[in-house]
Nanobody, 117 residues
Framework: QVQLMESGGGLVQAGGSLRLSCVAS????????MGWYRQAPGNERELVAR???????KYADFVKGRFTISRDNAKNTVDLQMNSLKPEDTAVYYC???????????WGQGTQVTVSS
């Protein structure tokens, strides 16, 4: 079994910052790519940022320059530093991780981020 657990969501005013964290646990040998996605009510889940095991990153255009993704391979964690938050960033944020030995993509349960104007 593999579990992903997010933390760090909450309510913040526009222009503020939040840091999301996600830890993977269970029968893990190695994690390939890890990522953060978000889903707002009525919208599809969309990529926010992803990072490979070697540290290569990819960001959605709407977060470039504001969000930073990082990971600690030894601790099986991935973080998302979110700065200059906007009301349109309000969504449930999910982390995921691809574990090659299981050939499976795992998701966390999500954490709510609400940005007030």
């Amino acid at each position: 079994q593999v579990q992903l657990m997010e933390s760090g969501g909450g309510l913040v005013q526009a222009g503020g910052s939040l840091r999301l964290s996600c830890v993977a646990s269970g029968s893990i040998f190695r994690i390939d790519a890890m990522g953060w996605y978000r889903q707002a009510p009525g919208n599809e889940r969309e990529l926010v940022a992803r990072i490979t095991s070697s540290g290569s990153t990819k960001y959605a255009d709407f977060v470039k320059g504001r969000f930073t993704i990082s990971r600690d391979n030894a601790k099986n964690t991935v973080d998302l530093q979110m700065n200059s938050l906007k009301p349109e960033d309000t969504a449930v944020y999910y982390c995921n991780a691809f574990i090659p030995i299981r050939a499976s993509l795992y998701w966390g349960q999500g954490t709510q981020v609400t940005v007030s104007s």
